[in-house]
T-cell receptor, first 112, second 115 residues
C-alpha cells in the first residue's frame, strides 16, 4: 500500500478556500485516491475519490496531477462546521483485497 | 436508524476481562472491517471480512479476534483486555460493486476503557 504524507494541521477562516495536499510518491498504477472527513467521536465519512485529473462533487474538488504523486483536496468557502480531520488514502479498489489504511490525517480548524 | 450500528457505545472494564463489541449493518454490504483509533494516530485496521466465515488480519490483530457468522454481523472480541487496548473502535462496511468506489460506511464508534 502506498504511504501518504499530509500536513498535521491547518488553520483557516470562514469563507476561505482550503487546499489540503497529500503526497503519495509510490502510488501504483491501479491505485485510487480517496479522502475522508472525521468529526470528533464520529466515524470517518467519504468525501471524494479520483484516479487522475480533476473530480468535483457537491462537497469538494480533488486535483490530481499527471504524475499522480500527490493530490489536493479543495474545500470551497469553508464554514465552522468544516472543522474536522481529513484523511487521504491510496489503494486498489478491485475485489482482490482492498484494505483501507488511514494515516494520522490533517486536522483543519476553521475560525470565525 | 443508523445503517451501521455498534454496541455497546461505551464500556469500562477491568484488565483480564473478556469483552465483545458487536457490529450490525442493514446496508447489505459484503465487506466489514474493524478499526481502532487512538488520539493522534488515525485509524488502524484490526480485522476485515469479505464474506461470511471469511476472516483476514489487519495491521494490529494481536490480542483481538473476530467472528462473522452472518452477513449483517461482525463481532470483535478481546479475550483478555489490557489497558493499552483502551481506544475508540469503529466498525465499517463496504459494498463490492461493478463500479467500485471503495466507499466505507462507518458506525458511530465504541469507546472502550480498560482499567
Amino acid at each position: 500500500l502506498a504511504k501518504t504524507t499530509q500536513p498535521i494541521s491547518m488553520d483557516s477562516y470562514e469563507g476561505q478556500e482550503v487546499n489540503i495536499t497529500c503526497s503519495h510518491n509510490n502510488i501504483a498504477t491501479n491505485d485510487y485516491i480517496t479522502w475522508y472527513q472525521q468529526f470528533p467521536s464520529q466515524g470517518p465519512r467519504f468525501i471524494i475519490q479520483g484516479y487522475k485529473t480533476k473530480v468535483t462533487n457537491e462537497v469538494a474538488s480533488l486535483f490530481i496531477p499527471a504524475d499522480r504523486k500527490s493530490s489536493t483536496l479543495s474545500l470551497p468557502r469553508v464554514s465552522l462546521s468544516d472543522t474536522a480531520v481529513y484523511y487521504c488514502l491510496v489503494g486498489v479498489l478491485n475485489t482482490g483485497g482492498f484494505k483501507t489504511i488511514f494515516g494520522a490525517g490533517t486536522r483543519l480548524f476553521v475560525k470565525a | 436508524d443508523a445503517d451501521v450500528t455498534q454496541t455497546p457505545r461505551n464500556r469500562i472494564t477491568k484488565t483480564g476481562k473478556r469483552i465483545m463489541l458487536e457490529c450490525s449493518q442493514t446496508k447489505g454490504h459484503d465487506r466489514m472491517y474493524w478499526y481502532r483509533q487512538d488520539p493522534g494516530l488515525g485509524l488502524r485496521l484490526i480485522y476485515y471480512s469479505f464474506d461470511v466465515k471469511d476472516i483476514n488480519k489487519g495491521e494490529i490483530s494481536d490480542g483481538y479476534s473476530v467472528s462473522r457468522q452472518a452477513q449483517a454481523k461482525f463481532s470483535l472480541s478481546l479475550e483478555s483486555a489490557i489497558p493499552n487496548q483502551t481506544a475508540l473502535y469503529f466498525c465499517a462496511t463496504r459494498k463490492v460493486a461493478e463500479v467500485n468506489t471503495g466507499e466505507l460506511f462507518f458506525g458511530e464508534g465504541s469507546r472502550l476503557t480498560v482499567l
